[in-house]
């Protein structure tokens, strides 16, 4: 083989050549970012409108809707999902993955723009953004100190978060908490009646008195003069200085109205919570900091470390400024902990091949293999744009144990023909010739397998694209080192006579004996076809009894990793008020503080996502210690937590702990949607009172839930004509005396404050004193609202959810410690079949089970043209149609391993466990491809069929042992668990991978031999 002989002749030539990738390793290894996981690019764009004082089913029917409508017709959406809340519409438009992020913004931008015109005049300008993947905050501070609410918002809003906004990497800060200034104009509705005035009538006025208007420009001789007029206030007592035209002459607006420097109403406020120093703070404001989706987190929380004690110096003396949140640390150490697992795995397989070989010179050169295909690696995944994070780390991690098969299988076919009296040259060109096609086989495999990983049209498929092409890349650098490398040292470090010691040499006899041991079962199995026929019975009862396993184990989408991070959501009954909310919180966190693993806790009052949002609830986020410093894992502690707070009074609360693999929130997410909402309501609440019933189910939470109570005011349109006035008027004075309008800015400094027109909160605080708001008709005739409408109370939804424009009622849950999504899911199953759900009502699931359909897919679509490839690859290079298929029969023996450690160690099926049992098919062949090239050279040579048989598979039975050991050694530190951050990750890999190696391992060298036997016809035995 050319490379092979190159290296032997020219080894400073071909070591100059290996130390390039060397290089570039490093330096792509100093280069690289760390990040949790891969950077995936999913086109999903958000259309949020704030519609101030509107509630949800106006917000549906005179936004949201027409939204829709319009942006529907748009190419490639994969589904489009919409929450019509109090004062704001929410849309998220969901395409196909082949569609281009910035393309559809752009396309979402261009159809919103056309019909803004369309929407209430009130409303404000939609705001159309490129959703980023994992936009939950990376980094959180909380300011606090004895500055008021105020003093802290404005600091915050003026000066941090401007100062955070820029740096790199950052696409959003947002704010909660504190009190944002307001200037409010109050009337009095006496006042305005005996003046003949109307709210909308004295917001004009006022802002047509507040204004900075540029007039031109004009010449004069050489000089260019610019004209404007500055007729912006200056300050409040300009304000309350204005003059207003009324029936009696002017007055002054300050006869007329208070106004204010004030406050907005305050719906959301910020807790936090030091449990070690027992200091509640609760006036304070969080700022969170959410990267962009090129951001790297770990560069990012640097950046504010760097720049935090500069930051505090330039603090007034009354605020301080605390990290809360920093989701650099686990990246970190789950980054480095998988380093240390990849450290270890070397050094296990190490052992192996030292024991195997017994010589420190021929283990140093398949050692090294490892060190050098996972440096060149680096390099190659840092110019495809790679980060080190868990996905392309635990690539590296799985590559270990594969890398030195290649190597193991040359440096033996070395040892063979020196043993045949070559000397170090001739035995390392003619081994490594003689094994190459095989080497090669072994290796194709392995890529055939990733690449369709690599290529998965899915979610979780750009998730693992990293892993699958880290993989790819150092199984290539394997062989490249097996054919270099490994016959150059052996050309050069081997004693042309080896010496073997005590150690060696009952070593040497205990491999001896087992290779005569498995010669003797051969020689019966192939003798035999009764025993031959036994075993394929044998292996194929095992078969069906592993799959019935299958059956019974748990299934989610992701492992949930201990991050030592738990979400609390509060929902009180509606009705409450924010100090009663507050209250139930404090109860709360009475409660959290007494487990002495909590570290700290950050508090959203009013709020519990953007989705979510209400003064009757809440959300608490509880940071726990380190691991290091607790004895139980985050899951643990959340069961704790909700053990000892059902006792909260009329609170129901969802505790689960936060991942960042999944959709981070309930695991379980379906939509139940129709066209008629009060259907939708009956099928949720049977669904919901039998749910609840399920064994291990928890959080069962819906999204329909009456609101708070509203008035409706219906139009009695013949006295409304009669008085010569329209609809609108009526409804635009009404907005203005009870939720105010913002038609005009006070600016301070170059701040713009919300200049409020509103009317006395004691005015409007019941159903009779709305009555008695004044209108004003085109004649200058003075009415009042209850002359010419009809009020009444009615009942109002908090939240109109709509799936791909369907009316939908959204329903989530979660599983208790010892459950899975999977089993849960089942019985949920059963219960949605028997609603008999009439046409046109369906249900659709979303979140991680809908994840998990999807990837499942994808998954078997991935494996089947793995075993397609694999196929083709052993066809060619065997020139075969039929041993191809001989050696595809090994592939099933992997699963009864799988399944039968997944079994005993309680493994739940998720994406990871799918993976490894795709990246099996590429490796558990190697052993028959071994065995199948040996013994068809040596049936090319003359030999009988059971001489070649017996040949061939005791020969190849120390490298097949070496090999597989090794890669079950070097999987190894992963499925033990090492590490306390992200292990949860790896261990499911490493304890798949293992199951399956050592069942294929040691069921090929039988299996095979007993097919190919009981194929040939007894005259060629």
Do not use: C
Not at 287 to 302: E, F, H, P, Q, Y
Not at 357 to 366: A, E, F, N, P, Y
Not at 515 to 521: G, Q, S, V
Not at 861 to 884: C, G, N, R, V
Request: proline share 3%; no cysteine; hydrophobic share 45%.
């Amino acid at each position: 083989m050319f490379l092979s002989k190159l290296s032997i002749n020219k080894p400073i030539l071909v070591t100059m050549g290996l130390l390039v990738f060397l290089v570039f390793g490093v330096l792509g290894y100093l280069g690289m970012s760390l990040d949790m996981v891969p950077t995936v690019d999913i086109p999903v764009v958000t259309i949020q409108t704030v519609y101030a004082g509107a509630g949800p089913e106006e917000i549906e029917s005179q936004i949201t809707k027409k939204i829709e409508d319009e942006i529907s017709t748009i190419s490639e959406i994969d589904y489009m999902q919409s929450y019509s809340i109090d004062n704001v519409s929410i849309i998220m438009v969901s395409f196909e993955l082949t569609k281009d992020g910035d393309i559809a913004k752009q396309e979402v931008k261009d159809k919103v723009d056309q019909i803004v015109n369309d929407l209430p005049a009130n409303s404000d300008d939609p705001i159309v953004e490129k959703f980023e993947v994992g936009a939950d905050p990376v980094i959180e501070l909380v300011l606090g100190g004895e500055a008021s609410g105020k003093e802290l918002y404005e600091y915050a809003d003026l000066y941090l978060k401007d100062r955070f906004s820029q740096m790199p990497g950052v696409s959003k800060v947002n704010i909660i908490g504190g009190d944002e200034r307001q200037i409010k104009v109050i009337f009095d509705s006496v006042l305005l009646k005996s003046n003949n005035l109307t709210m909308p009538q004295v917001s004009q006025i006022l802002s047509a008195n507040n204004i900075d208007l540029p007039s031109g420009s004009y010449t004069q001789g050489n000089q260019d003069y610019t004209v404007k007029v500055k007729g912006k206030f200056k300050s409040i007592k300009e304000i309350e200085n204005l003059d207003f035209p009324t029936r009696f002459g002017h007055k002054k607006l300050g006869q007329l109205a208070t106004v204010l420097d004030t406050i907005k109403t305050v719906r959301e406020r910020a807790f936090y919570l030091n449990v070690k120093e027992d200091d509640l703070q609760t006036n304070v404001v969080k700022i969170s900091l959410i990267k962009s989706s090129d951001g790297n987190t770990v560069d990012i929380a640097n950046m504010i470390k760097e720049q935090l004690g500069e930051i505090q110096q330039e603090l007034p003396d009354n605020m301080e400024l605390k990290l809360t949140k920093d989701n650099s640390n686990f990246i970190k150490s789950s980054v480095n902990d998988t380093l240390s697992n990849i450290i270890l795995g070397i050094l296990f397989t190490a052992v192996i091949l030292m024991f195997f070989l017994h010589d420190w010179r021929s283990t140093i050169i398949v050692a090294l293999s490892m060190p050098f295909s996972i440096i060149a690696t680096i390099g190659v995944a840092k110019m495809s744009g790679f980060t080190l994070n868990i996905m392309s780390l635990m690539g590296l991690s799985t590559s270990v144990g594969i890398i030195v098969t290649n190597s193991v299988v040359v440096i033996e076919n070395i040892f063979k023909h020196k043993a045949k009296g070559l000397n170090n040259k001739e035995a390392a060109d003619k081994g490594s010739s003689e094994i190459f096609v095989a080497v090669l086989a072994s290796t194709l495999t392995n890529v055939v397998v990733f690449l369709p990983i690599a290529t998965m049209n899915s979610i979780a498929g750009r998730f693992f694209r990293e892993f699958a092409l880290t993989v790819t890349y150092a199984t290539v650098f394997s062989l490249i080192t097996s054919f270099t490398l490994t016959p150059m040292l052996a050309s050069l470090i081997l004693p042309e006579k080896s010496k073997k010691g005590k150690l060696s040499l009952f070593i040497e006899r205990m491999i001896k004996g087992m290779e005569d041991f498995y010669a003797k079962t051969l020689h019966r199995i192939i003798d035999k076809k009764i025993v031959a026929s036994s075993i394929i019975i044998l292996i194929a009862a095992l078969l069906i009894f592993s799959m019935n396993l299958f059956k019974q184990l748990g299934s989610q989408f992701a492992p949930v990793m201990d991050e030592g991070v738990i979400s609390v959501k509060v929902e009180l009954p509606q009705g409450y008020n924010l100090d009663s909310t507050e209250r139930t919180v404090k109860e709360i966190l009475q409660i959290v503080e007494k487990h002495e693993e909590v570290s700290h806790v950050t508090v959203d009052v009013g709020m519990q996502g953007d989705t979510d949002k209400g003064v009757n609830l809440a959300k608490l986020t509880v940071h726990l210690v380190d691991s290091e410093q607790r004895k139980l894992v985050t899951s643990d502690v959340a069961q704790k937590l909700i053990e000892s707070s059902v006792n909260i009074p009329n609170a129901k609360l969802s505790i689960t702990p936060v991942s960042s693999i999944g959709s981070g929130d309930e695991p379980i997410e379906f939509y139940i949607r129709g066209q008629q909402y009060a259907k939708l309501v009956e099928y949720n609440d049977i669904l919901i009172k039998k749910m609840k019933n399920i064994p291990g189910i928890t959080n069962v939470n819906s999204s329909h839930k009456v609101g708070k109570k509203e008035f409706v005011l219906t139009p009695r349109r013949n006295n409304i004509a009669d008085l010569n006035s329209t609809v609108a008027d009526i409804a635009l004075s009404m907005r203005y005396a009870i939720e105010g309008v913002e038609n005009t800015y006070y600016t301070e400094n170059n701040e713009d404050y919300d200049l409020v027109v509103t009317m006395q909160d004691h005015e409007i605080n019941n159903i009779n004193k709305l009555g008695n708001i004044p209108l004003i008709n085109s004649s200058g005739t003075t009415f009042t609202v209850d002359q010419v409408v009809d009020i009444e109370e009615q009942p109002a939804l908090n939240t109109l959810i709509k799936r791909d424009k369907f009316k939908s009622i959204k329903i989530t849950a979660g599983s208790a410690p010892g459950f899975t999504i999977g089993e849960i899911q089942k019985e949920i199953n059963v219960m949605i079949d028997d609603l008999n759900l009439p046409s046109g009502y369906d249900v659709k699931y979303g979140g991680d089970a809908e994840r998990m359909g999807d990837t499942a897919k994808e998954m078997g679509k991935a494996l089947l043209l793995a075993i397609l490839l694999t196929y083709m690859l052993l066809a060619a290079s065997l020139e075969s149609f039929t041993q191809p298929l001989l050696i595809l029969v090994t592939l099933p023996l992997a699963v009864i391993g799988v399944a039968l450690i997944m079994y005993f160690t309680g493994t739940a099926l998720n994406i990871i466990s799918m993976l490894s049992i795709v990246m099996l098919i590429g490796v558990v062949v190697n052993n028959a491809i071994l065995i199948m090239e040996y013994y068809n050279q040596l049936r090319k040579q003359g030999k009988r069929i059971r001489e070649a048989l017996v040949e061939a598979a005791t020969s190849k039975l120390r490298p097949i042992l070496m090999s597989s050991i090794a890669i079950i050694f070097g999987m190894l530190p992963m499925a033990m668990g090492i590490g306390s951050a992200g292990k949860e990750m790896r261990q499911g890999m490493g304890l798949v991978t293992i199951g399956g190696i050592a069942s294929s391992m040691l069921l090929t060298l039988y299996i095979l031999p007993a097919m190919i036997s009981l194929g040939a016809k007894k005259k060629h035995l």
